[in-house]
C-alpha cells in the first residue's frame, strides 16, 4: 500500500528540516533513551539538550529533531508519545515523593499491568521520579491472594518459602477469608517480612498496625497500603504508622506531560 506521504512530501522528499521539541507544562523527563533509540531506526536525528530526570519548563525546549519531511512525520509519532508518556510517569512519581516528605516509602507496583512494549519504560519513570517499582529494596517473594487461595491459606503459602531465607516475604492482607486481624496474625507468626493491606480502606491498615503493635513485632516488618490512593492525599497517611504507600493508577496511569514538535523555517 503507497504510502500518501511519499506523495504529498514529493517535491521535497530530499531536504532536511528542524524541528524543536517543546513542553506544554512543568514536569521531569523521562523516557530519554527510548526516545533516542526509536528516532535512530527511522534515520532522524534527535538531540535533547536535558537528560532523564532533569526538570522541564513549559515553553521551553528540551530537544530537536533533524530529518527529511517523511521521516520527520515519522519521528513525531514516535518522540513525542514517548517522552510524554514516560515523563507524565516520571512527573507523577516525583510530585508522590515530594509529597511524601521522606516519611513514607512510595512505590508503584503496578507497572506489571501496563503491555509488556512498555513497562521497561515505565518502570524507569517511576524510577527516575524517586519512586520505587518494587515493595522491597531486597530480593523478595510476593504472595498475593490467588497464591494464598490456591496454597489454602496464608501459613501455607508462607511455609513454601520458608527456606528461601535470602527472600523478603511479603503477604498481601485482603481480609477476604478471615478478619484483617486474624490475616495479620497468621501472616506474622509465620514469618512474613512485609505485610501489604491492600484494600484501599484506611480502617484496614489501622486494624492491621494495631495488631502487630499488640503482639510486640512492630520494629520488625513493614506495612505498606495499597488501593485507591491519592497522591494529594498522601500526607494524611502520616499519622498511621504506615512504612510504604503504593500508589497505581495515580502513577502509571497519569496524565501525559504534552510536548509539541514545531517544524523551525
Known amino acids: 500500500m503507497e504510502d500518501i506521504r511519499d506523495t504529498i512530501f514529493k517535491d ?3 531536504k532536511e528540516f528542524r524541528a524543536l521539541l517543546i513542553p506544554e507544562r512543568d514536569g521531569c523527563l523521562s523516557g530519554v533513551e527510548e526516545a533516542k533509540r526509536l528516532t535512530e531506526e527511522i534515520g532522524a536525528g534527535l538531540h ?24 520527520m512525520a515519522m519521528a513525531e509519532e514516535r518522540v513525542i508519545g514517548t517522552l510524554s508518556k514516560f515523563s507524565g510517569v516520571a512527573t507523577a512519581s516525583q510530585k508522590a515523593v515530594r509529597l511524601a516528605q521522606g516519611k513514607i516509602r512510595i512505590v508503584s507496583g503496578s507497572w506489571k499491568k501496563m503491555p509488556p512494549a512498555i513497562k521497561n519504560g515505565i518502570r524507569q519513570a517511576i524510577v527516575t521520579g524517586g519512586a520505587s517499582f518494587r515493595i522491597s529494596s531486597t530480593p523478595m517473594v510476593y504472595l498475593d491472594k ?3 487461595r490456591m496454597l489454602g491459606s496464608i501459613p501455607a503459602a508462607l511455609a513454601t518459602v520458608r527456606g528461601c ?12 477469608d478471615c ?7 497468621q ?14 480502606n484506611l480502617e484496614d ?15 520488625q ?3 505498606a497500603f495499597a488501593g485507591g490512593v491519592k497522591l494529594d492525599d498522601i500526607p494524611k497517611f502520616f499519622d498511621y504508622g504506615i512504612d510504604m504507600l503504593c500508589i497505581g493508577k495515580e502513577i502509571v496511569d497519569a496524565a501525559l506531560l504534552d510536548i509539541k514538535m514545531d517544524v523551525e523555517l
Not at 535533547?48 to 530537544?63: T, W
Not at 531465607?165 to 477476604?176: E, H, M, P, R, S
Not at 514469618?191 to 491492600?198: P, T
Request: charged share 30%; net charge neutral.
Open 12 to 14: 521535497i522528499a530530499g
Open 48 to 71: 535533547l539538550f536535558l537528560n532523564e530526570g532533569d526538570s522541564v519548563k513549559a515553553g521551553k525546549p528540551i530537544g530537536e529533531v533533524t530529518a527529511t519531511p517523511k521521516i
Open 146 to 148: 490467588n497464591y494464598i
Open 165 to 176: 531465607t535470602d527472600l523478603a516475604k511479603v503477604i498481601q492482607i485482603k481480609g477476604k
Open 179 to 185: 478478619s484483617i486481624e486474624e490475616e495479620t496474625v
Open 187 to 200: 501472616a506474622v507468626e509465620n514469618g512474613c517480612d512485609i505485610l501489604m493491606v491492600d484494600t484501599g
Open 205 to 219: 491498615v489501622v486494624r492491621c498496625t494495631k495488631k502487630v503493635e499488640e503482639m510486640r513485632r512492630r520494629g
Open 221 to 223: 516488618l513493614q506495612i
